[in-house]
């Protein structure tokens, strides 16, 4: 199990620009897969982006395709969310989970094969 702590959410403006953090504390991510979700009041949490560990992998959702990228790798134990061309829509927690590192097969991305949760940090769009 790994311990994982979000940062850097806040409030922008539409089409403006920031990044969100993830760190694992005590431990390095080498050996798991990662992922953002995000989740708005009332609304079931969705996948946003993710990377395995196992040769690098980025798999994005559609809705931000072009617009989020997941620089750098698992090596370390911080995984960085850039996002960018924010749309203005519900406020909503981004979330950063982890798992062991599957090594075939398509990139999962329910967050039911998520094991390690952080507790999120809320990011606001505004228009």
């Known amino acids: 199990q790994v311990q994982l702590v979000e940062s850097g959410g806040g409030l922008v403006q539409t089409g403006e620009s920031l990044s969100v953090s993830c760190e694992a504390l005590?431990?390095?991510?080498?050996?798991?897969?990662m992922a953002w979700f995000r989740q708005s009041p009332g609304k079931e949490r969705v996948f946003v982006a993710g990377?395995?560990?196992?040769?690098?992998?980025?798999v994005y959702a559609d809705f931000v395709k072009g617009r989020f990228v997941l620089p750098g790798d698992n090596a370390k134990n911080t995984v960085v969310l850039q996002m960018g061309s924010l749309k203005p829509e519900a406020p909503a927690v981004y979330y950063c989970?982890?798992?062991?590192?599957?090594?075939?097969?398509?990139?999962?991305?329910?967050?039911?094969?998520?094991?390690?949760w952080g507790p999120g940090t809320p990011v606001t769009v505004s228009s």
């Open positions: 990377i395995r560990a196992t040769g690098g992998v980025r």
């Open positions: 005590g431990r390095s991510l080498s050996s798991s897969d």
């Open positions: 989970a982890a798992r062991n590192a599957l090594t075939s097969g398509l990139f999962l991305r329910s967050a039911r094969y998520f094991g390690d």
